[in-house]
């Protein structure tokens, strides 16, 4: 069963805020939520990750509500380079050591228009 | 370059051949993994190393062989492949086998069977 449910597809404007959706109304309590992207016949990149707090790093910010049901990946000023499968990622790390492996879902295609 | 590197970036191989995937992460990471990405599919984790040990295989025929030399290196020697194996072979590390900090990824290798 997909841990996330994420919009297949997204379009944006190049210099607009960009602002991912991802639902994750079962999460639970050790599991942390990471974003990935995937630049077309490249690696996924890392983006960001965080559990309950709003996180926020040179490529982009990742609010999680209250609840922790859902999160937005937001990306404050699209550029073309940021055209990319965008992918939510819920995994428990576990304090004994150990961790859930990183399990990737279909994403969302963004296309950052000119 | 993110650190992983992959060798060769493009290969066509028969399907009698042998020929081995080569994956080098110089960052001092000590976990490794092998995905598998074929077309309009979700990455497939294949294999995980930790300190060089295998601690995953999820389920891969055994025509799929890897081998981590070290914590550095990582190969996938592959043998009497099928044509359905034509994917994108992707490496990745990270900093310890819980990947708190993310998996850093390599570009790929693209793998035709013929």
């Known amino acids: 069963d997909a841990k996330t449910t994420q919009p297949p597809s997204m379009d944006c404007a190049e210099g607009r805020a960009a602002n991912l959706p991802c639902n994750h109304s079962?999460?639970?309590?050790?599991?942390?939520v990471y974003w990935y992207r995937q630049i077309h016949s490249q690696g996924p990149q890392y983006i960001i990750h965080?559990?309950?707090n709003n996180e926020t790093n040179e490529m982009a910010s990742l609010i999680i509500t209250e609840d922790r049901k859902s999160s937005t990946l937001i990306l404050p000023h699209a550029t073309l380079r940021d055209t990319a499968v965008y992918y939510c990622i819920v995994r428990a790390i576990h304090s004994q050591g150990g961790s859930e492996k990183l399990v990737f879902g279909k994403g969302t295609k963004l296309t950052v228009n000119p | 370059e993110t650190g992983v590197t992959q060798t060769p970036r493009h290969l066509v191989m028969g399907m009698t051949n042998k020929k081995s995937l080569k994956c080098e992460q110089h960052l001092g990471h000590n976990a490794m993994y092998w995905y598998k990405q074929s077309a309009k599919k979700p990455l497939e984790l294949m294999f995980v190393y930790s300190l060089e040990e295998r601690v995953e295989n999820n389920s891969v025929p055994s025509r799929f062989s890897p081998e981590c030399p070290n914590s550095s290196h990582l190969f996938l020697h592959l043998h009497t492949l099928q044509p359905e194996d034509s994917a994108l072979y992707l490496c990745?590390?990270?900093?310890?086998?819980?990947?708190?900090?993310?998996?850093?990824f390599g570009s790929g290798t693209r793998l035709t069977v013929v």
């Open positions: 990745a590390s990270s900093q310890d086998i819980q990947g708190y900090y993310g998996y850093t």
């Open positions: 965080g559990l309950k």
């Open positions: 079962t999460i639970s309590g050790n599991e942390y």
